[in-house]
Each structure stands twice: as C-alpha cells, then as structure tokens.
C-alpha cells in the first residue's frame, strides 16, 4: 500500500483550512484517511502551521511519500522549531 502524507481540503467557499493527513494514495483527496499529522491555514496572517513534527518523522521513516506543498510545509515548521 502506497502511503502519503498529503492535504485534505476543509472550512468554506473561499475560505479553505487544511487538514496534513497520513492517506492510501488512492483513496481520495477528502475520503478515508489512516491518522492526522497537523493543520495548515493559508487564511491566517502569517499563515498558520502547526504539524506534529515526532508523528510526521515516524510516518516518514515508515515509507510514507510527501507531496510537494507538504514538503514545502514541513521546512517551514522545521524552520519555525529552531
């Protein structure tokens, strides 16, 4: 089963929130998800980041892919922790 730790849209017409979840690949983009890592709301001024750092490592280490803006997510709070 190939896992990625990617976004899951929510909140209202134009005023997004995501959700960093742990997901089958295929399974799609708001469906089933296996656990949730952190949140991410562009809305917010400065845009607001809080992910479970220890969970995102052990998801990484066990093979889980991130997607490209969730990389980028993840230096940010990696940036943000020091």
Request: hydrophobic share 40%.
């Amino acid at each position: 089963m190939a896992v990625k730790i990617r976004l899951a849209r929510h909140g209202a017409k134009k005023r997004p929130y995501y959700r960093v979840v742990v997901a089958d690949a295929r399974s799609p983009r708001d469906g089933r998800i296996i656990e949730e890592v952190g949140r991410y709301n562009p809305c917010a001024q400065p845009a607001l980041v809080q992910l479970d750092l220890p969970k995102v490592d052990t998801w990484l280490e066990a093979g889980a892919q991130p997607t490209q803006t969730v990389a980028r997510l993840l230096r940010t709070a990696r940036e943000q922790e020091k």
